[in-house]
């Protein structure tokens, strides 16, 4: 498509259950990063990858997030065990290289209770 | 770590110009963008400017960066009730291709 896709638009978890949320990047586009941002605004990057590849994962936490781009599927962003602090909205960007300029989708607002 | 710096607030008057200015540390920045927030919704790209350009111009849009002060700004000229929403600056690295942001600038604009 013309635009990032992001589903669902909203998600809400009791503490302790898992959160998946999926993003479909612009087609043609062989990069997707994800990026979290909390209250304040504040920005945090978590993985990105390069078509099915995980390209740069620094940003991840080591425990209860993990993420996949398989072909032919939308890429997923899934959290095991969710927790109070996990509560954000999660945005997917996808670039044509990965240099190049990232467009975001709408966001998926994630409220764990 | 690379750092961008933004003031969080701006107030002007419609058909003023606005100013929101940026600083960043990393001297290895190839792009820098401007992006915007209205309540509620993703990121919409505003503009971005290539390091070895130090200015860009897009309709009511003026973009200026001065490297060696490592200073970024974004101009909106003849500023709009629906200029309203938070401006995010960021850069992303030469080798690393994630974005840093700013805190964002929430730009109120008075009718």
């Known amino acids: 498509g013309e635009e990032v896709a992001q589903t669902p638009k909203h998600l809400v978890r009791g503490e302790g259950q898992k959160a998946k949320l999926y993003c479909a990047p612009i087609?043609?586009?062989?990069?997707v990063f994800w990026y979290q941002q909390v209250l304040k605004n504040e920005f945090k990057f978590l993985i990105s990858?390069?078509?099915?590849?995980?390209?740069?994962e620094t940003g991840m936490p080591k425990e209860r997030f993990s993420a996949k781009c398989l072909p032919n599927s939308p890429c997923s962003l899934e959290i095991q065990a969710t927790k109070l602090e996990d509560s954000a909205v999660y945005f997917c960007a996808s670039s044509s290289l990965g240099t190049d300029t990232q467009y975001f989708g709408p966001g998926t607002r994630l409220t764990v209770l | 770590g690379e750092d961008v710096e933004q003031s969080l607030f701006l107030s002007v008057r419609e058909g003023d110009s606005s100013v929101i200015n940026c600083t960043y540390t990393d001297s290895s920045s190839t792009y820098l963008y401007w992006y915007k927030q209205e309540p509620g919704a993703g990121l919409q790209l505003l503009t971005y400017?290539?390091?070895?350009?130090d200015m860009k111009q897009d309709q009511r849009l003026t973009v200026l960066l001065n490297k060696k002060d490592k200073h970024l700004s974004l101009r909106i000229a003849d500023t709009q009730t629906g200029d309203s929403a938070i401006y995010f600056c960021a850069e992303n690295g030469a080798g690393s291709y994630q974005l840093t942001f700013g805190k964002g600038t929430k730009l109120s604009v008075i009718p």
């Open positions: 400017i290539f390091s070895n350009m």
């Open positions: 087609k043609g586009h062989s990069y």
């Open positions: 990858f390069q078509n099915e590849n995980v390209f740069d």
